[in-house]
């Protein structure tokens, strides 16, 4: 099965009212997942100030705080799974915009 990679787009500033039960139920959401044998990694992100960039120029490297470009939203969290399709995919990324109540990008990762 193709792995996919669920993007949550979260706006910048302070967290929802209802974070708690959003939390709530995006872990029944992954508990769902699990047990149909399609999740295999998910993490929330710090906020993009605590970011680093890393640019390579020649020998030099450079360190820059923030994140790479300045945005209104950023990537807030992330779920990686195994579907068969992209239709399979769209569904589990369909219900995951459900629950955390924000879009979320699907995108097919690459084949080893």
């Keep these: 099965m193709k792995q996919y990679l669920l993007s949550i ?6 967290p929802p009212d209802d974070l708690d039960e959003i939390m709530r139920e995006l872990a029944v959401l992954n508990d769902e997942m699990r047990a149909a044998e399609v999740w295999v990694f998910a993490a929330g992100l710090c906020p993009p100030s ?11 490297v450079l360190l ?6 300045e945005s209104k939203e950023h990537i807030g969290g992330f779920t990686v799974i195994r579907a068969p399709d ?3 995919a769209l569904e589990w990324g369909r219900r995951l915009a459900q ?5 979320v990008e699907v995108r097919p990762l690459q084949d080893r």
């Design 99 to 103: 629950v955390v109540t924000l879009p």
């Design 64 to 69: 820059t705080d923030g994140p790479y470009v």
């Design 86 to 88: 992209l239709d399979a």
């Design 50 to 60: 605590t970011a680093t960039v890393v640019r390579a120029g020649g020998t030099e």
């Design 9 to 14: 787009y979260q706006p910048d500033g302070d």
